[in-house]
């Protein structure tokens, strides 16, 4: 049987981003040799453009910080944040989730990755049981050259070329309105020209994190293959022993013997299967290798799907060259509100991404809201960041995504809508900001809206008036981060059959797979933290069950000087 194969590994590994070189560098760790294959010609995927946070509740920094939580907790605030969203979100994957948490932390930072706590960053329900603010994590900013070339090979040009951390954002964005914002600007240019003058290449959010996990991968030995995705898994007695993955020179057969494991992202760029499981081609932020191929062999072999129809669901704008920007802190901001294509608001504008994406949807269905329009005060444009306009600049204003006049019932006109419905919707507005209570939604009631607001607005940091011109009206419509469906796996990072049973020597993580957040979003870097702890978690069961290596994992450090 051998003579078949073109070359054999212990574990296979599809996908370049925080999953697959999780589970590459756990498999190595433990032993085993691991080979990573990845379908187009940049490594990084989608965690390359990502913020790069990490939501691992009960991890090592938070008790090196003081800051309480315990396992407990954790589940508890799983359970009122996720409800029951079926089988990928069972008991057993929560749990697993969170017992892994502080060993993937502790294996990395023995391994050299860099942690810093996004100590002020508050899970998205904060009120709920069990919420906490202080479970994100990060790394540290990276110097790629360090990776010599090979960054060349990398997305790293397609996002932002700084030392940009997440903990800097919520700052940045009103860097000249508040005194903390200011600071926190300085430090950010401190240390950008602190890089610059040591002659260092410093990236900053996911591009950190995923050179940071590529430099472990390259210093293991690990070989990654570029422009070779897996387009065929080889079974053999029900058992999945390795895959055919087709390279520029042709097919190549991979043996592999512990096990192949996906994590080779999503289906947000696949505009066949947005419109199948969506109803809409998608205004996505992940990769342009998110096509869903992954999933597809996964399910040839027999694997079960769950969450298609779901996102990781947000707010964009659309730009001028047909992608949309994610939009975050703008919707959240002061003296801003947003209303569907009557001049209604029908959401708190400082929610959760996720469910400010969902009920966008959902309201969608009975009045139109896609696009919405987001109405700001002047003084919006003068105090905030906007990441949009910032890069826009005249051709949005060109292509109608953003819309200025002189008072509210000029720009409702230019808006298609109703003057009279808009002018009532900013005086009943207006009205909350006085008493500090959004009668409608609740805006600024949580830590977690107040996060994205400005202290310095009075009673309620989310709540400005819409009142001194010209105002302005930006585009909105649906974005996400990726897609939330695939196979559906077990605790073990196992792929599932219809029938619930495990098919042997197939893993998956990521968004590959149904997420183990079900519908909804509990906090900062929810896509990136279970990727990469069931990408660890899949490496080791294969390590476990493949007879030839015994698992390191009785040795890996939970606590080292590396997470201070």
């Known amino acids: 049987m051998t003579a078949q194969w073109d070359r054999e590994v212990d574990v296979l590994v599809a996908g370049s981003g925080a999953a697959g070189l999780t589970a590459a560098i756990t498999a190595a760790d433990a032993g085993l040799t691991a080979l990573v294959v990845e379908s187009t010609g940049r490594w990084g995927g989608t965690t390359m453009l990502s913020g790069g946070g990490l939501w691992m509740p009960n991890n090592p920094l938070m008790k090196k910080l003081g800051i309480q939580d315990s396992r407990a907790d954790a589940l508890t605030y799983l359970e009122a944040a996720i409800g029951d969203a079926g089988p990928a979100s069972s008991t057993e994957r929560r749990e697993a989730f969170v017992d892994a948490v502080p060993r993937v932390v502790g294996l990395l930072a023995g391994l050299g990755v860099r942690w810093c706590s996004a100590k002020d960053y508050p899970d998205y329900y904060p009120d709920r049981p069990g919420g906490r603010v202080g479970r994100g994590i990060e790394v540290q900013p990276f110097d790629a050259k360090r990776l010599g070339d090979w960054v060349k090979q990398s997305r790293a040009n397609e996002g932002l070329p700084a030392p940009l951390k997440t903990d800097d954002v919520w700052l940045l964005s009103r860097a000249w309105s508040t005194p903390s914002g200011f600071v926190r600007g300085a430090r950010f240019v401190l240390r950008t020209l602190g890089g610059i003058v040591t002659g260092k290449r410093l990236y900053g959010l996911g591009a950190a994190l995923v050179m940071t996990l590529m430099e472990i991968v390259r210093k293991q030995g690990t070989e990654v293959l570029l422009n070779s995705p897996v387009s065929e898994l080889v079974l053999e007695d029900g058992r999945v022993v390795g895959a055919i993955i087709t390279t520029e020179t042709g097919p190549v057969r991979i043996r592999a013997r ?141 292509n109608g995504t953003v819309v200025s006049a002189n008072t509210i019932e000029e720009l409702a006109a230019r808006l298609h809508i109703d003057p009279a419905a808009l002018r009532a919707t900013v005086e009943r507005f207006n009205g909350f900001t006085r008493s500090g209570v959004d009668l409608d939604f609740g805006r600024g009631r949580t830590v977690y809206d107040n996060y994205y607001g400005d202290p310095g607005v009075k009673p309620n940091p989310n709540l400005g008036p819409i009142e001194k011109g010209p105002f302005t009206a930006v585009k909105v419509v649906p974005g996400d981060l990726g897609t939330k469906g695939g196979l559906l796996t077990d605790e073990n990072g196992q792929v599932l059959t219809e029938a619930g049973a495990p098919i042997a020597g197939l893993y998956a993580a990521g968004n590959t797979t149904a997420s183990v957040m079900g519908r909804t979003y509990p906090g900062p870097g929810s896509t990136i933290a279970p990727a990469m702890v069931f990408g660890y978690l899949a490496a080791l069961h294969a390590a476990a069950t493949s007879g030839s290596v015994t698992p390191s994992e009785t040795v890996i450090p939970t606590e080292k000087e590396p997470l201070a």
Do not use: C
């Open 258 to 398: 512990a096990g192949v494991i996906l994590g080779a992202g999503g289906f947000a760029q696949n505009t066949e299967w947005r419109q199948k499981y969506h109803g809409m081609p998608g205004n996505s932020s992940a990769a342009t290798g998110d096509q869903g191929t992954a999933i597809d062999v996964g399910v040839k072999a027999g694997g079960a799907l769950a969450l298609m129809d779901d996102a990781w669901w947000g707010s964009a704008v659309p730009m001028a060259n047909g992608t949309a920007q994610f939009m975050l802190s703008e919707r959240s901001m002061p003296f801003g509100i947003i209303v569907d294509q009557a001049g209604s608001r029908y959401l708190n504008e400082s929610e959760s991404y996720i469910d400010f994406g969902h009920e966008m949807i959902e309201h969608h269905r009975e009045t139109p809201a896609i696009p919405s329009w987001l109405i700001l005060d002047i003084r919006h444009r003068r105090r905030y960041l906007s990441s949009a306009l910032l890069a826009g600049g005249k051709s949005l204003r060109a």
